[in-house]
């Protein structure tokens, strides 16, 4: 047998041992699917392998020491974990491309979460290289959907900097799960997380803190989550990332999955052998949204920018976000990015209809000279988030060394 199917078969001893309500489940045949669901897998197989094996020295001496910062780029924050990348790399230099195949439709018609999600990358790259004592120096390329190649980052020989930061690239995790209501982010904890914007100079952070702030950006999300669902294609191009069926899970190393729902154990074993359809991870989305997402938030923060049609700038707020929550994760703190407001505020833009969330994004800025970009909520974590699935290095090479 399999080792595999053996660790699955112990796990499963032991949640039987627990669950009456699985018993049941089994006397129905549910147990067969929860097995294709991999309901008793969590975290294991090839799709989550480049979480453990990304800061390995390489043992082929062949291999290009410039590879493994592409293993630690890959693992970024990226948005419905779409992994819209490419890389090249060259004797002293990475480039790195968009795969706009992999875009969101209409959740992203400007692409904006894409470049976003590009500037982590660059980010966590950037790290590594430092990590290993390379000076790096990142061009980032304006340009729309004709130019693909979007940076360049050049390695020199220099100092080590940064370790506290790289190391943890590993262990963040987007926590979808309740934060510690008790137990909220000092004001002074803020600020210190600001600073990290000053090598940024076209982005700013804003920070919802006070009761009345946090409940209208609450309010906003839940509001945009629904218009989102009430919007066919939109809700029909988010749900294309998500993956329900383990095998496919494995196959695609890619999307949304169940294990990083930011649910208990016991709700993501059934979560896995429910019925896979719009309607019902749309229910499922909303419930989340409203509470513990939206509810035990500490606080709300939003990513601003001077120009959200400048490329540069956005993959500069993605470079921000990625340093934001390694640094969230080296003091203790959970942080999850909820953009349902700019998906809708590109979207009405792109319908032309009326600009109730452009609007409503506007007014909670209230930053002479900037536009809100990229929202998110931080706090205290009441568990530990899940690693999502990475396709590895090797698949996103364009060219092996
Ligand atoms: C631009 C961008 C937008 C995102 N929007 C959301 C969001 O609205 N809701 C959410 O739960 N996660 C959001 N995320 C988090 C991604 O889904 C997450 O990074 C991805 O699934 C990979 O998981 P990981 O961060 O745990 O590695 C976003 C991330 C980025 C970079």
Known sequence: MPERGIRMIISRRNFLKTSAAAIALISTGGVIRAFDQGAFSTGKGPAYEPWQSWN?????????????FVKASILASNAHNTQPWLYRIRENEIDLYTDISRNIGTMDPYFREMNISLGCA???????????????????????????????????????????????????HTDRAAYDSDKQVEPATLQQMEKLSSEFPDVKVAW?????????VGNLIIHAT????????????????????????????DGISIDASGNSEMIRFFGKVLPDSVKSFNDYWLKMTKSPQVS????????????????????????LWQRMHL???????????????HERRDRELQ?????????????LVNAPGYEGLFTFRMGYPTGQALASPRRPAEEVLLTHH
Do not use: C
């Not at 919802?208 to 209208?216: C, G, L, S, V």
């Not at 319908?351 to 007014?363: D, S, T």
């Open 56 to 68: 390995e020295e390489d043992i082929d001496s062949d291999t290009n020491p410039l590879f493994r």
């Open 122 to 172: 660059i980010e966590n790259l950037d790290l590594a290289a430092n990590a290993s004592s390379y000076e790096s120096k990142v061009t980032l390329y304006p340009g729309g959907f004709e130019q693909i190649h979007v940076a360049n980052i050049t390695l020199t020989p220099g100092v080590m900097t940064s370790p506290d930061l790289y190391h943890v690239i590993g262990k963040r």
């Open 208 to 216: 919802f803190t006070d009761a009345d702030k946090k409940t209208e």
């Open 226 to 253: 629904e218009a989102i669902i009430g919007d066919q294609s939109q809700s029909g191009d988010s749900h294309k990332w998500n993956r329900h069926d383990w095998d496919e899970l494995q196959r695609h190393k």
């Open 296 to 319: 035990t938030a500490s606080v709300f923060g939003m990513l601003l920018v001077r120009n959200q049609r400048d490329r540069t700038q956005l993959m500069q707020a993605g470079r």
């Open 327 to 341: 640094w969230a994760v080296t003091n203790g703190l959970a942080a999850q990015p909820l953009n349902q407001l």
């Open 351 to 363: 319908l032309g209809i009326e600009p109730l969330f452009g609007k409503a994004i506007e007014k």
